[in-house]
Every structure is written in C-alpha cells, then in structure tokens.
C-alpha cells in the first residue's frame, strides 16, 4: 500500500516535497515512481528510482524535480521546485518491478495528492 502526502496550493515559483509512504517489506525491491495526471490529460511519468537508488527525470521537469529514496523509512520523494501553473495536477506514486518508463508496468499505486499552483 502506497500514502501520497505533501500537495497543495502553492504560487508560481515555490517549491514543495511530495512523500510517499509504502508499507510492507518489500519497499527495497521495487521501483518507485512519481506521476501526475491533470484534468483532461493523460497520466505521466516524472521520475523514477531503481531500488539501487538510480534514478530517471523526464525532459519535462528536468532540472526542477528531484526523486530521492529513504529506505529506512519505506518512503519515496519528489522535490518540485519553481512550480509553474502548467504543474498543477494529481501527483501519484506507484512501484513497478521493472525499471521502466512505461506507465502500465506500474501496478501499485498510491491515492494521489492534489497539488495547485497559482499565477
């Protein structure tokens, strides 16, 4: 079971740290990953991280999002900074066993956080 937390309403430039709390002892196995999905559009990848910590930012956010891993406490970030309006969107985090990009290979998925960025 994946717990999104950290969203919210934020102005255009500010940053904000998304948690994700797995629970179980798998957490170390798998790769997490950290999506979003705005209204109308289709879920995407951000970033994911191997369970050896390597990790993967999509073109999109590279250079402003972060994904990092604390594996003694089951959770995953996602550090987000100059937020823009284009942001704004459900954040979700999923695991896969496949070190992937593509998006159904995740099958484990948290509830999703709701983050608004205003202009």
């Known amino acids: 079971q994946l717990q999104a937390s950290g969203g919210g309403l934020v102005q255009a430039g500010d940053s904000l740290r998304l948690s994700c709390a797995a629970s179980g002892r798998t957490f170390g196995f798998h790769v997490m990953g950290w999506f979003r999905q705005a209204p109308g559009k289709e879920r995407e990848l951000l970033a994911r991280i191997s369970s050896r910590a390597d990790t993967d930012v999509v073109e999109s956010v590279k250079g402003r999002a972060t994904i990092s891993r604390d594996s003694a406490k089951n959770t995953v970030y996602l550090q987000m900074n100059n937020l823009k309006p284009e942001d704004t969107a459900v954040y979700y985090c999923?695991?896969?066993?496949?070190?992937?990009?593509?998006?159904?290979?995740?099958?484990?998925w948290g509830q999703g956080t709701l983050v608004t960025v205003s202009s």
């Open positions: 999923a695991r896969s066993y496949y070190n992937t990009r593509e998006v159904q290979k995740y099958t484990v």
